[in-house]
Each structure stands twice: as C-alpha cells, then as structure tokens.
C-alpha cells in the first residue's frame, strides 16, 4: 500500500472518480442551460430549420464507439479493452468528421444571411441555428478532450489503465449520452 501511495501520490480511485462524477455534472449544468435557452427561444416567422442528417449518422458512431469501449470493458480482457480504446478514438474521430459536414449542411440551410442579421438585430439573442452550432460546438470540444484523454490513456496502457481506463470508459459513456440527449432536443424543437 505504502509503495503504491509513492507511485501515484495524487491520484487515488476516490480522487479519480470524484473529479470525474464533478466534472459530469459541470457539464451537465451547462448543457442544461444551453438547453433551457435554446427550448425558450422564439421561432423565426418563415425560417425553417431542419437537424441535419449527418446528426443521425454521427449518433450511431458515437454509439458503437461506446458499444465497442463497454464491451471490452465488461470482458476484462486487457487486450479487449485496449482494442475497445483504439477503436473508440478511431470512432470518436469520425463523429467529429461527421459533425464538421452537419455544421456545412447547417451553413446551407442558413439562407439569406442579410435577412437573419436583421432578424437577430430585432430580437436581440442568438438566432436557431447558432444555437444549432453552440450545441453541437461545445459537446465535439468536450468530446475533443474525451479523445485526448483516450489517447493518453492508450499511449500509456501499461502504467496508467487501471487507475484511469474506468474514469475514461464512463466519461465516453456520459459523451454518448449527453449527445442523444442533445439530438432529442434538437428534434424536439425544430
């Protein structure tokens, strides 16, 4: 025990856990926000928005992202969850593709950009698909740091899995959610 408390003097499970459990609830609270705004917000009288396909496409990959992660982590095969990591990171990769493509097919949705300037002037807050953007934006930031934590999780597997491959399995998990929960907003509102 001694030994163990030199080799990681500043990460114990409790530790790694509870930054993680505050950390889904920061970005819970914050996404709760921008949901609460965003459900409240007005419509524009003869501007019709639509969720992007690219949105359900980039959801199934996140899906089997999270499905491939949880299966070699319920397995507890230690080549299984590395292979679970890899492909997680492969997956999460191409969501953010897919979501790059969602936001080009948003910007084409826009239409007349003079008319929604003054729209937004008149109104005074941001405009449907901004919140479309602000959405999407901060959940492919958050899972960019899900991804950076995956990776340095897999570049150091020998040494770091089994005090940080747990925090990183829920946390992707908790990305996988926070998304679906999103689309339904989204398709809820629009």
């Not at 080799?7 to 609270?29: A, I, N, R």
């Not at 008149?122 to 901004?130: D, I």
Request: contains cysteine.
């Amino acid at each position: 025990m001694q030994q163990e408390a030199k080799k990681y003097p500043h990460t114990s499970p409790f530790t790694l856990q509870m930054g993680m459990w505050l950390l889904m609830l920061t970005v819970s609270l914050l996404f709760g926000a921008f949901t609460y705004a965003f459900m409240w917000l007005p419509p524009i009288e003869g501007f019709a928005l639509r969720v992007p396909t690219p949105f359900y496409v980039s959801t199934l990959t996140l899906l089997a992202s999270s499905f491939l992660l949880h299966r070699g982590w319920f397995n507890n095969k230690d080549s299984e969850l590395k292979n679970g990591f890899y492909y997680s990171l492969i997956f999460g990769i191409v969501f953010l593709c897919i979501q790059g493509y969602a936001w080009y097919e948003l910007f084409l949705q826009q239409g007349s950009v003079e008319a929604l300037a003054e729209e937004e002037q008149r109104r005074g807050f941001l405009l449907p698909f901004q919140y479309l953007y602000l959405l999407s934006g901060m959940h492919a930031l958050h899972l960019i740091g899900g991804l950076g934590f995956l990776i340095y999780v897999y570049a150091k597997w020998e040494e770091k899995k089994e005090r940080y491959a747990e925090v990183a399995v829920y946390f992707w998990h908790f990305l996988g959610i926070l998304w679906i929960f999103l689309l339904g907003v989204l398709l809820l509102k629009l």
